[in-house]
T-cell receptor, first 113, second 111 residues
């Protein structure tokens, strides 16, 4: 199965700042997904990131707030912009490996003060 | 609207008990149903069930897909404290699409 790493593992940020989360995969994958898990909630998809095209955002998520880059088939970044305490969540990237099932990165725990 | 519903939302059992977690779904298209275990941050993959693979087993864990009832169960026998976690059920509508998650079942196993 694909091995996924995320950086940072956790961060505490001030209101109004931005944080960029990196997701690195050890093999080339077509589909990468970014999820958010707010405290006590389940996972919600933010966007789907395909290499060579703009990310596709889910309802309620916009590019200005969550810009995503996908420069190649092994890497993606998610930026959380102009943060507020409501953005405090676990952010997870996932990939579909060989069209079989999705694997998740270790996650980034973000706290916004 | 596609949705996945899990029950119960939380469960407390004693070591050695057997538990059954439920997942039902209403989706426009169905490709697979997946179970994950989440202990800290990242969900860990447990099982994937499809029309061609409706029953899976791994050690004390097993899962069955009922395509007629649009549901699945996850069984854990002889529970251990290490089984304490959130168990997430998710449905994949089509290959390469994002997963639709239920709210999860929080399982607590006491010694």
């Amino acid at each position: 199965s694909a091995v996924i790493s995320q950086k940072p593992s956790r961060d505490i940020c001030q209101r109004g700042t931005s944080l960029t989360i990196q997701c690195q995969v050890d093999s080339q994958v077509t589909m990468m997904f970014w999820y958010r898990q707010q405290p006590g909630q389940s996972l919600t998809l933010i966007a789907t990131a395909n290499q060579g095209s703009e990310a596709t955002y889910e309802s309620g998520f916009v590019i200005d707030k969550f810009p995503i880059s996908r420069p190649n088939l092994t890497f993606s970044t998610l930026t959380v912009s102009n943060m507020s305490p409501e953005d405090s969540s676990i952010y997870l990237c996932s990939v579909e490996d060989r069209g079989v099932q999705q694997f998740f990165g270790p996650g980034t725990r973000l706290t916004v003060l | 609207e596609d949705k996945v519903v899990q029950s119960p939302l939380s469960l407390v059992v004693h070591e050695g008990d057997t538990v059954t977690l439920n997942c039902s779904y209403e989706v426009t298209n169905f490709r697979s149903l997946l179970w994950y275990k989440q202990e800290k941050k990242a969900p860990t993959f447990l099982f994937m069930l499809t029309s061609s693979g409706i029953e899976k087993k791994s050690g004390r864990l097993s899962s069955i897909l009922d395509k007629k009832e649009l549901s699945s169960i996850l069984n854990i026998t002889a529970t251990q404290t290490g089984d304490s976690a959130i168990y997430l059920c998710a449905v994949e509508a089509q290959a390469g699409t994002a997963l639709i998650f239920g709210k999860g079942t929080t399982l607590s196993v006491s010694s």
